[in-house]
């Protein structure tokens, strides 16, 4: 399975190269992810409810123009632009990140949550888990209140991450997803609940399903 993918934001060609080194690393056999850049015109950042809304138009249109020769789309943006309203309106499926990672979740019973960069991040995972009808069963979103830099930085994002799960796990959740698409968290992290990497899970889902 060839999967198209576009980041929701213009990164140079280093940052680019890092996530999709770090999609072929994920991928499952059979499963190939060829990522493309959303090109200059878009946020180099998404920092405000106004830049998570521009993000969406534009991964949308890099979508709906994607190239022939691939079995399905993917935004690498765990906000999921667009999927809910292009899945079913194009010839090959649409993935979320989010969907399927969140929607593992639901399915196996586990209480989940999320972090997220900033506050405008957070807000749009629990609109999009309205959307998908699954307000309830996500317990709450933690701001880690970090800069667009960190995202390629692991040990920033890591060190980040122990007072938010923490008090999410204090709430009832198992599971803490990550929220955002290119980060790496260490398995070694000792932490009171699982963080669940969304791209490397929803690879996993994908992979099984083809």
Same mark, same amino acid.
């Given at each position: 399975?060839?999967?198209?993918?576009?980041?929701?934001?213009?990164?140079?060609?280093?940052?680019?190269?890092?996530?999709?080194?770090?999609?072929?690393?994920?991928?499952?056999?059979?499963?190939?992810?060829?990522?493309?850049?959303?090109?200059?015109?878009?946020?180099?950042?998404?920092?405000?409810?106004?830049?998570?809304?521009?993000?969406?138009?534009?991964?949308?249109?890099?979508?709906?123009?994607?190239?022939?020769?691939? %079995?399905?789309?993917?935004? %690498?943006?765990?906000?999921?632009?667009?999927?809910?309203?292009?899945?079913?309106?194009?010839?090959?499926?649409?993935?979320?990140?989010?969907?399927?990672?969140?929607?593992?979740?639901?399915?196996?019973?586990?209480?989940?949550?999320?972090?997220?960069?900033?506050?405008?991040?957070?807000?749009?995972?629990?609109?999009?888990?309205?959307?998908?009808?699954?307000?309830?069963?996500?317990?709450?979103?933690?701001?880690?209140?970090?800069?667009?830099?960190? =995202?390629?930085?692991?040990?920033?994002?890591?060190?980040?991450?122990?007072?938010?799960?923490?008090?999410?796990?204090?709430?009832?959740?198992? %599971?803490? =997803?990550?929220?955002?698409?290119?980060?790496?968290?260490?398995?070694?992290?000792?932490?009171?609940?699982?963080?669940?990497?969304?791209?490397?899970?929803?690879?996993?889902? =994908?992979?099984?399903?083809?």
């Amino acid at each position: 399975m060839r999967i198209y993918a576009v980041t929701p934001i213009h990164v140079d060609t280093d940052e680019l190269a890092r996530r999709q080194a770090r999609y072929a690393a994920l991928s499952p056999p059979g499963v190939e992810v060829l990522l493309h850049d959303i090109g200059p015109a878009a946020p180099r950042a998404l920092d405000t409810a106004e830049q998570v809304r521009e993000s969406e138009t534009l991964v949308m249109a890099a979508l709906r123009d994607a190239q022939d020769g691939f %079995d399905a789309l993917l935004p %690498d943006c765990v906000l999921d632009p667009g999927v809910a309203d292009l899945a079913g309106t194009l010839p090959v499926p649409v993935f979320g990140l989010l969907r399927l990672s969140l929607g593992w979740s639901v399915l196996t019973g586990r209480k989940s949550a999320a972090v997220a960069r900033n506050k405008a991040i957070a807000d749009e995972i629990v609109a999009r888990a309205a959307v998908y009808g699954w307000s309830a069963e996500l317990l709450g979103v933690e701001v880690l209140d970090l800069d667009v830099h960190a =995202i390629a930085d692991d040990a920033r994002w890591a060190d980040a991450l122990g007072g938010a799960v923490g008090t999410l796990a204090s709430g009832g959740a198992r %599971d803490v =997803i990550n929220g955002c698409s290119a980060v790496d968290v260490s398995d070694e992290l000792d932490l009171p609940a699982r963080v669940v990497d969304p791209t490397a899970l929803a690879l996993r889902l =994908i992979g099984a399903g083809r």
